[in-house]
């Protein structure tokens, strides 16, 4: 025998939860789905564990799309002002970090605990660990087919997510249904993710592996050009930390990057105006900006010898000095894919959803919200905004 409910949400994370707590709060009777053995795995690892559950200053200027002005109805209506107020009335004690970025005092674990208290306030039904076979439309109601047995709502909401990080279950789930119901996609990508480069090419970097600093950050030409001043972090296998994570989002495929590592100094003007002046050589001379072990490194790399007197060397080559720190371009040649991604760029169409409510316009009752939907945060709490946002809009609206 089939169990009939007003709403299925399936996927417990946070755009899952949060939908599946209001539409239950406003007398639904809900069912959450979920194939996980432990809730809300991603909640729990970001932020260090401490959960960037939100930014303060979120607006639809921080996130990317195909379909930009979609986001600007959810995120009007469910503000980081309402999820504080929430989180006031759970007692959870929270701080800013630069640029706007909340988290948890204490841990992310109070984020999962209050979602699940506010959908146990809504009478939610909970179906976990629970794989859903299928989902099909019968008659007014969707049957949903899972290994626990068989489900029936009259709407159903796909808050599964995208591809990133698989190790903690991310699968393609909300894709297939799109396709199955002839939803279009935008391509997903990896987005938030550190980025790699030719091994044989990377050789000279290696051994500054572990170096971090503030630099500006840019990608594209003209209209499609962005940039970003972030801390960036050598590794090994390439360039991470906040800086490329920002930019990966929008670089594509064989595009360059153009990173200002002193974004403060003008290497060039300043090597020149005090070239007779300066008794250093120029690893002495540049470790007053950088840290010593990534000017000698970069000098190295570049073919400039770290033990020559900048007033035994000529105008242009101090000039040439200056563009390598001040415009370095380098070419990425793909990144860490989709286990070190932090979210996906790209997924269902948002031009076939309606902006207030999330519903499918050709599939009355279908509903995509959170990571799943073309709509893609930059780092810092945007994401979990668009999940918060997204999951009341539908939970309003069901």
């Known amino acids: 025998m089939s169990q009939h409910f007003d709403v299925a949400v399936i996927g417990a994370g946070a755009a899952g939860m949060m939908c599946a707590s209001v539409a239950g709060q406003r007398g639904k009777r809900v069912v959450l789905v979920d194939h996980a053995t ?23 200027q921080n996130f990317l799309s195909e379909n930009p002005h979609f986001c600007r109805s959810a995120l009007s209506r469910y503000t980081p002002q309402d999820f504080l107020g929430l989180m006031k009335r759970h007692g959870i004690a929270w701080h800013e970090k630069h640029k706007g970025q909340l988290f948890c ?27 859903v076979q299928s989902l099909r439309r019968e008659g007014e109601d969707f049957v949903i087919a899972t290994e626990g047995g068989e489900l029936r709502a009259g709407s159903v909401v796909i808050a599964t997510g995208g591809l990133s990080i698989p190790k903690i279950g991310a ?62 972090l050598f590794t090994h296998r390439g360039l991470s930390g906040p800086a490329v994570l920002q930019i990966s989002s929008f670089w594509k495929d064989a595009a360059t990057l153009s990173l200002n590592l002193l974004p403060e100094v003008d290497v060039g003007d300043e090597l020149l105006r005090d070239k007779g002046a300066i008794r250093k050589n120029l690893v002495n001379h540049l470790s007053q900006w950088l840290p010593s072990r990534l000017a000698e490194g970069l ?26 720190l001040n415009r370095w371009t380098i070419t990425p040649n793909g990144s860490e894919g989709y286990r070190k991604a932090e979210v996906t760029r790209g997924g269902v169409d948002t031009r076939a959803l309606s902006q207030q409510s999330m519903m499918v316009n050709e599939v009355p009752g279908l509903y995509f919200i959170g990571e799943a939907v073309d709509v893609t945060g930059w780092l810092g709490g945007y994401n979990f905004q668009w999940a918060w946002a997204s999951g009341v809009a539908a939970g309003k609206a069901i």
């Open 38 to 60: 432990r809730l809300a795995e991603k909640i729990r690892i970001s932020g260090g564990g401490r959960c960037n559950f939100t930014n303060i200053d979120a607006g639809p």
């Open 105 to 131: 005092d204490r841990s992310a674990e109070d984020i999962i605990a209050m979602l699940k208290a506010e959908c146990d306030a809504g009478g939610v039904a909970w179906r976990m660990p629970t794989r």
């Open 171 to 232: 699968t393609d789930f909300a894709f297939r249904i799109a396709r199955q119901f002839d939803i279009p996609l935008i391509e997903p990508r990896p987005a938030l993710v550190p980025l790699t480069f030719d091994l044989a090419a990377w050789q000279p970097f290696v051994p500054l592996a572990g170096i971090a600093l503030p630099v500006d950050i840019e990608t594209g030409a003209k209209k499609t050009r962005m940039q970003f001043r972030e801390d960036l």
């Open 299 to 324: 000098l190295t790399a570049n073919g400039f010898d770290p033990a020559a007197r900048p007033a035994d060397m000529p105008d242009k080559q101090l000039r040439r000095l200056g563009d390598t």
